[in-house]
C-alpha cells in the first residue's frame, strides 16, 4: 500500500537558518512519481517539485534544494536561508500513475522566526 | 491566467442540512479533482474526473456525497445530510491531462466547511 510519512510535525527556525523537512514512502510500485506542495496560511496548495522514480539526481531551485534517495525510500526537501515568507505547511505526496490520486503525508507546519 | 475557482470559500451549516461546492477548473484541463482535507492532515481524493466521466470515486462517501461534472468543465459536489465529521476544507484540483508532461495539478483555494 502506498504511504507517506512526514515524522516532523512542526518546526521552528530562525530566519536565515537552513532547515531540512523529511519525508520517507512507501510504495510496491517501482515507477511512482513523488511531490512536494507547499500550503500558506491562505490555504492553496503550491506545487513544489515533481520526480519520477527513474530520476535520482537531486534538484535545486534558488534556496530549495531537494535530495532523493530511492535506498532509504526518502525524499527530504532542504531551505537554505529561510525567510519568514517561507512560513506554511508543507506535504509530502506519492502517485503511482499519471494523473492517479496523490497520496499527501500529514505535513509539516514550518515557522520561520524573524 | 485564472487558476482554479472554488466557491463558497467558508460555510457553516447545521447538521443535516445539504450544502454544495463548486469548483470552476482551468480553462482547457481536462481532468479535475475533488479532495477533502481534515485538520491537521493532508489532503485525501474523494473523486477524480476525466471530462464528464468520473474514473475514480472509490473513496467517495456515496450514501451522503454525490458529484457531477455534467459539461466536463465546472464541477458540484454535495452533501446530503452533512454531519458533524464532514467538517474538513474541500480542495478541487485540475489538470490539462493525464499523460507524463501534463498531470500537475492546480489547487484552487478550497471551500472550508463547518459542521455545527
Known amino acids: 500500500a502506498q504511504k507517506v510519512t512526514q515524522a516532523q510535525t512542526e518546526i521552528s527556525v530562525v530566519e536565515k537558518e537552513d532547515v531540512t523537512l523529511d519525508c520517507v514512502y512507501e510504495?510496491?510500485?517501482?515507477?511512482?512519481?513523488l511531490f512536494w506542495y507547499k500550503q500558506p496560511p491562505s490555504g492553496e496548495l503550491v506545487f513544489l517539485i515533481r520526480?519520477?522514480?527513474?530520476?535520482?539526481q537531486n534538484e535545486i531551485s534558488g534556496r530549495y534544494s531537494w535530495n532523493f534517495q530511492k535506498s532509504t525510500s526518502s525524499f527530504n526537501f532542504t531551505i537554505t536561508a529561510s525567510q519568514v515568507v517561507d512560513s506554511a505547511v508543507y506535504f509530502c505526496?506519492?502517485?503511482?500513475?499519471?494523473?492517479?490520486?496523490?497520496?499527501f503525508g500529514k505535513g509539516t507546519r514550518l515557522h520561520i522566526l524573524p | 491566467e485564472a487558476g482554479v475557482v472554488q466557491s463558497p470559500r467558508y460555510k457553516i451549516i447545521e447538521k443535516k442540512q445539504p450544502v454544495a461546492f463548486w469548483c470552476n477548473p482551468i480553462?482547457?484541463?481536462?481532468?479535475l479533482y475533488w479532495y477533502r482535507q481534515n485538520l491537521g492532515q493532508g489532503p485525501e481524493l474523494l473523486i477524480r474526473?476525466?471530462?464528464?466521466?468520473?474514473?475514480?470515486d472509490s473513496q467517495l462517501p456515496k450514501d451522503r456525497f454525490s458529484a457531477e461534472r455534467l459539461k466536463g468543465v465546472d464541477s458540484t459536489l454535495k452533501i446530503q445530510p452533512a454531519e458533524l465529521g464532514d467538517s474538513a476544507v474541500y480542495l478541487c484540483a485540475s489538470s490539462l491531462g493525464t499523460g507524463e508532461r501534463d498531470n500537475e495539478q492546480f489547487f484552487g483555494p478550497g471551500t472550508r466547511l463547518t459542521v455545527l
Open positions: 474526473y476525466e471530462n464528464e466521466e468520473a474514473v475514480d
Open positions: 480553462s482547457g484541463h481536462n481532468t
Open positions: 510504495t510496491r510500485d517501482t515507477t511512482y512519481y
Open positions: 520526480r519520477n522514480s527513474f530520476d535520482e
Open positions: 505526496a506519492l502517485s503511482e500513475g499519471w494523473g492517479d490520486k496523490i497520496i
